[in-house]
């Protein structure tokens, strides 16, 4: 895919005749073949100043809602990879709320939401590439508010403020922001039955809820998946499942409310699967059959109770979600 720095250049370029290729993008025509669908943005003056360094120069609102050019990558982006950066620590601010010390990482984290980012750059604004400490330095120190968090109606995971032992934990901004880029997939609920026989169909139910800022944006396969005590993984597809549509709020919902997605499997027994206990998983590999089976590639919830499984040669990548008896 490609991405441009100034939304309405998408919109201008391909509505020029010899080409005719404008569609905006929408959830019938997303993750398609056409130039409007390979087409993401690239923000690279995120929040320097009111129009965001010259991405949206168009007053009264500039880079905020109620600029026509602004809410037009707010529609397109829940269905298109968006990536930005700050400006150089000289340029960059965002007027009052980052106390004349750069960017507030919980203002950039709500407009982060608010245009489904699926990745951000650190190449700006930070002493690791810079020298001198500034707006990504301070989001490395700054806590991240639960409060301010609720009330800006932004995505909050199961126990994210506690650690293991349930004990509270202080998140900071750049954690926050780090934790949501992209998609966040995490794990409700999953019923199936504890015993089954051989050549008997079962019914599976999974439902995941995407804490992230965006959705998947490449197609990829979605497995259940038996594991054998030998290590042997039994895998049926979930046929008419696609990861793509899994967004984390239904887009244009300004109450920002989390949508579960709900994956439903009738599957049948293979007569000659062997009897004993199996681990019951989740496995969603790369599209890529090179990739297929490596672990790095999968998809992985973000659930700290949920194994992560590979075989003995470090293969696969299953979200584990339990276990069941095969009787003879």
Known sequence: M????????????????????????N????????????????????????????????????????????DYMTREGAYL????????????????AAGGKGVDGLNAAIHLREHHYA??????????????????????GDPVDPKALREARMPIPDGYFEDGLGRPVIRTQFEYIQDHLGYRLELQRASFP???????????????????????HNPRPVYLTLIGLDGKV???VMAGVDPRTWQPFKPGDDQYRPLLHTLTLKAGLPAKIRAGWHQIGLW?????????????????????????????????????????????
């Not at 990879?81 to 009052?96: A, M, Q, R």
């Not at 026989?197 to 599976?204: A, H, K, N, T, Y």
């Not at 999974?206 to 804490?211: A, D, H, K, P, S």
């Not at 990739?291 to 499984?309: C, G, S, T």
């Open 81 to 96: 990879p968006v990536d930005g950066e700050l400006f150089w620590s000289d340029l960059g601010f965002d007027g009052k």
């Open 234 to 236: 039994w895998e049926q």
């Open 284 to 328: 969603m590999p790369d599209a890529s059959p090179p990739l297929r089976f490596d672990p790095r590639y999968a998809v992985r919830v973000a659930n700290r109770d949920v194994v992560w499984w590979t075989d003995s040669d470090g293969r696969h990548g299953i979200n584990v979600l339990g276990t069941l008896e095969v009787a003879e």
């Open 27 to 70: 959830q019938k025509t997303a993750f398609g073949k056409t130039p409007a669908a390979r087409i993401g943005f690239h923000n690279d003056g995120f929040l320097a100043g009111p129009s965001h360094g010259g991405t949206w120069p168009e007053p009264p609102r500039f880079g905020n809602p109620g600029n026509p050019e602004y």
């Open 194 to 216: 504890s015993r089954i026989r051989p050549g008997d169909e079962f019914l599976v139910k999974i439902e995941l809820v995407n804490r992230g800022f965006s959705t998947l």
């Open 2 to 25: 490609l991405q441009v720095r100034v939304p309405k250049y998408k919109r201008l370029v391909l509505s020029q005749p010899i080409l005719g290729a404008f569609r905006e993008v």
């Open 119 to 140: 990745s951000f750059s650190l190449a700006h604004s930070y002493s690791e590439r810079e020298g001198k400490a500034y707006s990504i330095d301070r989001w490395l």
